[in-house]
């Protein structure tokens, strides 16, 4: 439970919050030390050597990189959300999507369930309501009811 006196806040519930928020991943410092690599791989596009070693054989040049076989085959599929699971940070994997062409608010529209039109749409119309999106496991809870 998280409270409003810090020094009685414990961070393993804190943390536990971060987790529980639908749609979203919290680029925590776990993510950080987790996807080090990816993001470092993710930047090193922003070089145009690299960029072209890396479009002329995309699995050659991730080997170079200390990046475990889920992150490769996360990076190949283009699954940018399994990428952030994965500690990826959106603003790195931006330098994918560039290489790629793609401009980031596509990218990112992968990343729900809607395609580019809609996405776009709903971001222009001031983005996702909140309503029945605040806890992951509060969802839960409520769809197990309604099943009862």
Not at 29 to 47: D, I, P, T, W
Request: hydrophobic share 35%; proline share 4%.
């Amino acid at each position: 439970m998280i409270t409003e006196d810090p020094k009685h806040q414990d961070i393993h519930e804190y943390l536990a919050e971060m987790e529980d928020i639908p749609g979203t991943r919290v680029f925590t410092a776990k993510r950080a030390r987790q996807g080090y690599h990816m993001n470092q791989f993710a930047m090193s596009l922003m070089k145009d050597e690299n960029r072209a070693r890396f479009k002329a054989d995309e699995r050659a040049y991730m080997d170079e990189w200390p990046l475990t076989e889920d992150m490769k085959q996360a990076l190949l599929a283009r699954d940018y959300n399994r990428c952030l699971d994965l500690g990826g940070n959106v603003y790195f994997l931006a330098k994918l999507f560039s290489t790629d062409g793609i401009p980031f608010a596509e990218a990112v529209s992968t990343m729900t369930d809607m395609e580019f039109p809609q996405y776009r749409e709903m971001m222009m119309n001031g983005g996702r309501s909140p309503e029945g999106l605040r806890s992951i496991r509060a969802n839960a809870a409520a769809a197990k009811k309604e099943d009862r």
